[in-house]
């Protein structure tokens, strides 16, 4: 446990560790303060002393239970801004290449879930794993002070025995739950491709034989959750039956030994059943290990994330001629070299799996060639800072992001200094009117969530406005007019032609209307 708290707090500052430091020592002392409580409470009952020390020591146990609870949450707090920051500052630098589908899946579940269930552990995992280990240590101590080590001693083994029980009945339902969500999981993929392939199955197996498969999984969740069902009141019985063992151990002890009269007795029993109380907990808290490890990894995996270096200063560009040098970047590009003339149009062509869109992320810089250079202007883009490269290069991706707001909104990332006439005519140049002219509300219309108001076709224009809106001097369009009918990717070719920027584009459909001053064929 102390390796998984470590590597988690790699990704915190060193002020950060110190207050996390500063927490646990608070826990440790809750625990001790805690324990001297109840001891002076065993001591008073065991030798009939007036309540005053027991209030004031367990006055004293609440202050500070209350002060370090109280920082474990604003220190929780402290600590999720900081990560999220962290978060922010890593993908920010990240190389663009990294945002794969995959990469995109782990950033999710890191916000959505790794950083909250950081932000949870000075207030919650740290008082589990410190308190309750250490508090049933310190009662059996204080047992021992008030009576003697032999009894001490004879708790001390019932609460190993109770915690190991505990510890692998909590292991056996984590298994059994982990089963079950493994099945939850593929029932839900299998009812989300059923739902997304509903309407090939029926025509093709008709509508009884349609579910059969999807069917299948759900019978494997239900007898999952039959079993973890079996499973849990398995251990909550178990879990009842052991957690008493300690104190019906410690009965049978002193009835046998008839050792210590009554009071005392009563004391001892009453400080029994205080260090068996966190057993469970911590048996729980044990099976979470693999939880921090798990979320300690993601977070050492984000701060590691791959950069681009950057040079200490900017590199001159001289014009917007595009040079590429025996450029070689694995899987697919193999000693390629092209020369761009400013204002030209070139056609990428090559069959799939060539390297196509490779070569167009090379040239924004999204990653740094195995081999070769690339230049703008004279200036090798590993001499340039990202920000005077993102200037040079408008991007339209065959399938565009597209944000919940108006359509305005939307085009305006492109220029969000632009007025509405700019914006309007962005969009016509983009052939968007007839979708401006379908709603009253006109280029103000709302999109819906992330543009699903919109056709692909009009997503596409959308992301080609935007482009067009930002004026650079080099355009780069992949597969950016794939949704389109052939009629207005004409009327768009057209527009584009008249303007003076460099265009790289790719595209399946009929590149003539493009009127391509070269070709980078990478067949």
């Known amino acids: 446990m102390s390796i998984s708290l470590a590597q988690m707090l790699q990704g915190f500052a060193p002020s950060a560790r110190r207050t996390l430091t500063i927490i646990s020592g608070g826990w440790a002392l809750v625990a001790l303060i805690e324990a001297l409580a109840y001891t002076v409470l065993g001591f008073s009952i065991a030798n009939r002393q007036p309540p005053l020390a027991v209030i004031a020591a367990a006055a004293v146990a609440i202050t500070v239970t209350v002060l370090v609870s109280r920082s474990g949450y604003l220190t929780g707090a402290g600590l999720a801004v900081q990560l999220y920051q962290m978060l922010g500052e890593a993908f920010a630098r990240a190389k663009l290449a990294w945002f794969t589908e995959t990469n995109r899946a782990f950033i999710g579940t890191v916000a959505g879930s790794t950083i909250p269930f ?20 310190f009662v059996v101590v204080g047992m021992w002070i008030i009576a003697d080590i032999g009894i001490a001693g004879g708790v001390a083994l019932l609460l190993v025995v109770s915690f190991v029980i505990q510890f692998f009945a909590q292991r056996t339902l984590a298994d059994a739950d982990a089963g079950r969500a493994r099945e939850e999981a593929s029932a839900n993929d299998a009812s989300y491709e059923f739902l997304d392939h509903l309407e090939l199955l029926r025509t093709a197996l008709g509508s009884a034989d349609a579910v059969s498969r999807t069917a299948q999984h759900w019978e494997g969740q239900r007898a999952a959750l039959r079993h973890t069902n079996r499973a849990t009141a398995q251990a909550m019985l178990l879990s009842t039956l052991i957690g008493a063992v300690p104190t019906v151990g410690v009965l049978l ?3 046998l030994t008839e050792t210590y009269d009554a009071p005392m007795m009563l ?117 340039l ?16 992001d597209v944000f919940s707001g108006t359509l305005a909104d939307n085009i305006r990332i492109g220029n969000p200094e632009a007025s509405d006439i700019e914006v309007i005519e962005a969009a016509r140049q983009a052939a968007l009117e007839p979708v401006i002219a379908q709603d009253p509300e006109g280029i103000q219309q709302q999109v819906g ?47 584009l032609s008249a303007r003076p920027s460099t265009v790289i584009l790719v595209t399946h459909r009929d590149k003539e209307m493009w009127l391509p001053s070269g070709e980078i064929d990478l067949g």
């Not at 800072?385 to 565009?400: F, G, K, L, R």
Request: glycine residues 6%.
């Open 118 to 137: 950081l932000m949870s552990v000075p207030a919650h995992q740290l008082q589990t794993l410190i308190v309750a280990p250490l508090l049933p240590l």
């Open 253 to 255: 002890l002193l009835v």
């Open 267 to 383: 004391a001892i029993i009453m400080l029994t059943l205080r260090a068996a109380a966190p057993l469970e907990a911590l048996a729980i808290a044990g099976l979470a290990i693999n939880d921090l490890r798990n979320a300690a990894d993601q977070i050492r995996a984000v701060r590691e994330v791959p950069v681009l270096p950057e040079p200490a200063s900017a590199g001159d560009i001289n014009g917007h001629s595009i040079e590429i040098r025996n450029v070689t970047h694995a899987p697919s590009l193999q000693n390629v070299s092209v020369s761009i003339p400013e204002g030209s149009t070139v056609n990428v062509q090559g069959p799939t799996g060539s390297g196509k869109s490779t070569l167009l992320s090379l040239l924004m810089r999204f990653d740094d060639p195995d081999m070769g250079s690339i230049t703008i202007g004279g200036a090798d883009l590993r001499d």
């Open 385 to 400: 800072h990202y920000d005077q490269i993102a200037a040079q290069i408008a991007y339209v991706p065959q399938n565009p």
């Open 449 to 495: 969530h992330r543009g699903n108001a919109l056709s692909g076709g009009e997503r596409q224009r959308v992301a080609i406005a935007r482009a067009l809106l930002r004026d650079s001097p080099i355009l780069i369009l992949d597969e950016a007019t794939s949704a389109l009918d052939i009629a207005t990717e004409r009327y768009i070719a057209e527009a």
